[in-house]
């Protein structure tokens, strides 16, 4: 690797989940406070961070495509080419393989390490590469430079790494154990958010619910420490596992007003031979009792969640069973996906691997029932009057576009700012979004 000039300007491309969206605006916040500048649109940077995700194959191979199309198109007159970290959890599952396979990667940095990014960039412009995909005990969260600007919606990563082991599951191998950051440290970081313009945020964790603080408090408690901070109007979280739902947390959904009603709950499947080889450690009866009592303390809640199809082994009929726990739940939004074996995972050598064919069928069908069920949850929610925390500009002239309590899209022509919060009645529903007109 050549030495090249120290960068002027970078760009960071984050794939995946929330987690690493923040991941993606704290790497950004990093490189702006070492004077380097964001790229403006269009222009080329000298450095591109790639944050990637391992979640599914097709994520994870994305890396290689984009490496190859940047080191292909940007390369300039003189022959050099841009410096390009590679970060996130393809980092951290493949650090070694991706020094190997792309030579024009000069830094493999792990998402728990990403705090040490100076000192690599520093490295490469003496042409040496480097790799960091330590898991340090002093955490990234603690040498970051504070956060800056931010739009009305902010993500606050609380908890990170997973110890459920679902044998699917490539994250408790990319971001390790469960860990909680400190309750002080978390509500001085909410309220530097609001200093910076946000006006809901979202508590993030691979497994958010499983938060505990230094005197095993749980999620709650810090809900209801940041619904203290008078200028900040919403507060949600995700992704949480139907294990971790304590009632503590179901019940702050009734006490605490800033709390919004929507809960992310992933099931995978609805039957409980799958959910077991999944080692989910929840059954369908299990989940469903987890969704009762929230709905007996919050009737109007949303619910959503992930699922996989063709897990190895899953018959017809056990898909029917996820079918059908998708007409009994009635969620306002999903995610859903087919099952891609993932290298050094439990379910990629097992037997009954499903071919893709049928796969396709089943997440047609899944996604079709899925699509019905928001659109009936969207269709019932029309006629009311909610307020909607207003995002970013929409298509047409005049037009905004903004968040129900319920997390739906909703757009509305109106004389208004983004980070307002305006009430508005809901008046026409399709399966993504709702038109809503101002009150
Ligand atoms: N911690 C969360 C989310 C983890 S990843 C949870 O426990 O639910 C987000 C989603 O990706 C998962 O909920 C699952 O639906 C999906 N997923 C994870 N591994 C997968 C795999 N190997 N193939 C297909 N989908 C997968
Ligand atoms: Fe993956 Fe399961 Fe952990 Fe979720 S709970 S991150 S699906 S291992
Ligand atoms: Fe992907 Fe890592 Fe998130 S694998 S889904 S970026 S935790």
């Known amino acids: ?46 450095l591109v961070v790639l944050n990637t995700c391992h979640i ?17 198109e940007w390369r300039r007159d003189d022959g050099s080419a ?20 792309a030579p024009a990667v000069s830094m493999v940095v792990g998402p728990q390490a990403y705090h040490r990014l100076p000192q ?46 679902c044998t699917y599951c490539v994250v408790p191998y990319t971001r390790g154990a469960e860990i909680s950051r400190p309750f002080a440290d978390l509500v001085a970081e909410a309220q530097r958010l609001v200093e910076a313009g946000a006006r809901e945020i979202t508590l993030l964790g691979q497994n958010v619910n499983a938060w505990r603080d230094e005197a095993e408090r749980g999620l709650e408690k810090l809900v209801e420490a940041l ?82 199809v063709g897990f190895p082994g899953e018959t017809d009929a056990e898909f029917e069973d996820t079918l059908k726990l998708v007409e009994r739940v009635g969620y306002a939004q999903c995610f859903s996906f087919k099952y891609s074996p993932r290298p050094g995972t439990p379910a990629a050598t097992m037997e009954g691997q499903v071919p893709m064919a ?44 903004g968040k129900s309590p319920w997390l739906q899209s909703v757009h509305f022509t109106a004389d208004v700012a983004i980070g307002d919060l305006v009430e508005v009645e809901l008046i026409e529903a399709g399966p993504n979004s709702l038109a809503g007109r101002l009150i």
């Open 56 to 72: 599914r194959e097709k994520a994870a191979e994305k890396v290689y495509s984009d490496i190859g199309r940047i080191t292909k």
């Open 358 to 401: 049928v796969m396709d069928e089943r997440l047609q069908r899944l996604q079709a029932a899925l699509q019905r069920s928001s659109l009936a949850f969207n269709q019932a929610s029309v006629g009311r009057r909610c307020a909607v925390l207003v995002e970013r500009r929409g298509r047409h002239e005049g037009q905004w576009l």
């Open 227 to 308: 619904a203290a901070i008078p200028q900040l109007a919403r507060i949600r979280y995700t992704t949480s596992h139907p294990n971790d739902m304590t009632d503590g947390l179901i019940e702050a959904h009734r006490d605490v007003a800033k709390l919004m009603p929507f809960l992310h709950l992933p099931v995978q499947s609805g039957n409980d031979r799958v959910l077991k080889a999944m080692n989910r450690s929840h059954t369908v009866e299990s989940y469903l009792r987890v969704l009762d009592q929230v709905r007996a303390v919050r009737p109007d809640i949303a619910l959503s969640g992930d699922f996989i």
């Open 1 to 46: 690797m050549r030495p090249a000039p120290p960068p002027q300007t970078y760009r960071v491309k984050s794939f995946g989940c929330q987690m690493n969206v923040y991941d993606g605006e704290r790497m950004a916040e990093l490189l702006a406070s070492q004077g380097i500048r964001p790229a403006s649109e269009g222009e080329e940077a000298d």
């Open 120 to 165: 690599m960039i520093e490295e490469a412009t003496h042409g040496r590469r480097s790799v960091d995909t330590d898991m340090p005990a002093e955490t990234k969260f603690d040498t970051l430079p504070a956060r800056r600007s931010v739009g009305p919606s902010a993500f606050l990563t609380v908890q990170e790494g997973c110890d459920k082991f």
């Open 82 to 101: 841009p410096l390009i970290a590679v970060a996130g959890c393809v980092a951290q599952a493949e650090g070694e393989e991706i020094m190997a396979r």
